[in-house]
């Protein structure tokens, strides 16, 4: 497993409250006590940490000192912590073969949360790589599911192998262009184990995902809980990664209004909060000049309409901005 909570690597502890362990340093790196977000990123062949990791609660950003370490107060609605892969670094995988770059467990915010990452570095940066999108799988019911597994799936892997033995597809990822399911989120294991099992050429397919419309779980009252199962299946909403010179940063643009009971009517844009994070994001990537950024999202953003359903334009500051 590339996640380890509570992990004891170069650290001193003390007991906090009675049920929680607190952190004086983490490999020589003091910590501060205001802290609620902690860790270590480090070489999984060398065991040593890694610098200038961007670490993210969803709301802001920091990154790894030169000790591989960062501690951060964690904005009040963290779920979850977790790391941009950097280029030179294998995706890093569950036991179950799906990325997992991001914390696993609760997120308490009244104690101090520690959770490492273990990054294995790639003989070279893969300057060749092929990106697969896959947009709208929709399930609404087993024999849906079934169908994806046997025509989408079944045609992906004859049209990756075939090009993969003539050496034309090097490095194949996946993104999966939002609503995973139609307003079916008791199906999100069903997917989400057909695309951890989704191998070519004996090799294991890295699924990235990003959240839809009919994603959004109607099963809660709130825009903010709405993403709780997908959240708890598939990690964060937005989130970023490098492969190769590409910058690669995924986000939630479902602006969801209203619950229908069965479904949620919805927008689509970014909230302020989104903009702020994504500014953050872009600050950190280097080599800018050289990088081609892809924003992936469910909603197409070009040429949107306005309103119940579509997609609002950008806003024409923050557009200026990007």
Not at 260 to 275: A, L, N, V
Request: aromatic share 12%; net charge negative.
């Amino acid at each position: 497993s590339y996640y380890f909570e509570d992990d004891s690597k170069g650290s001193t502890e003390q007991e906090g409250n009675g049920d929680y362990t607190v952190y004086d340093q983490i490999n020589g790196t003091a910590i501060d006590a205001d802290c609620n977000a902690v860790g270590l990123v480090y070489d999984a062949d060398t065991q040593e940490g890694i610098p200038g990791i961007p670490v993210s609660d969803g709301y802001s950003y920091t990154v790894t000192d030169e000790n591989g370490v960062y501690q951060m107060k964690a904005n009040r609605y963290c779920r979850t912590v977790y790391i941009s892969i950097p280029a030179e670094y294998e995706v890093p995988m569950s036991e179950n073969n799906a990325p997992l770059f991001y914390s696993t467990t609760t997120f308490d915010r009244k104690k101090m949360n520690r959770n490492d990452f273990s990054l294995k570095k790639l003989p070279a940066v893969q300057d060749d790589w092929t990106l697969v999108a896959i947009g709208d799988p929709q399930v609404a019911k087993m024999s849906e599911h079934d169908r994806y597994v046997n025509e989408t799936l079944a045609d992906l892997r004859s049209d990756l192998g075939a090009h993969n033995r003539k050496g034309e597809y090097l490095n194949p990822y996946a993104l999966t262009l939002g609503d995973v399911t139609s307003d079916a989120p008791e199906l999100f294991p069903d997917m989400a184990k057909t695309m951890q099992n989704f191998k070519v050429e004996g090799r294991y397919l890295p699924f990235f995902q990003c959240i839809g419309n009919h994603d959004h779980d109607a099963n809660y009252s709130s825009a903010y809980e709405s993403v709780n199962s997908y959240m708890q299946q598939f990690g964060p909403v937005d989130y970023s990664f490098d492969r190769g010179k590409v910058h690669i940063v995924v986000m939630n643009n479902v602006v969801v209004k209203e619950n229908t009971g069965s479904s949620w009517k919805y927008d689509g844009g970014y909230t302020d909060q989104q903009w702020k994070w994504l500014m953050a994001d872009l600050e950190l990537v280097k080599d800018k000049e050289n990088k081609m950024i892809i924003l992936a999202g469910h909603i197409p953003f070009r040429y949107g309409v306005e309103k119940d359903g579509a997609c609002v334009s950008f806003d024409k500051k923050y557009y200026e901005t990007l």
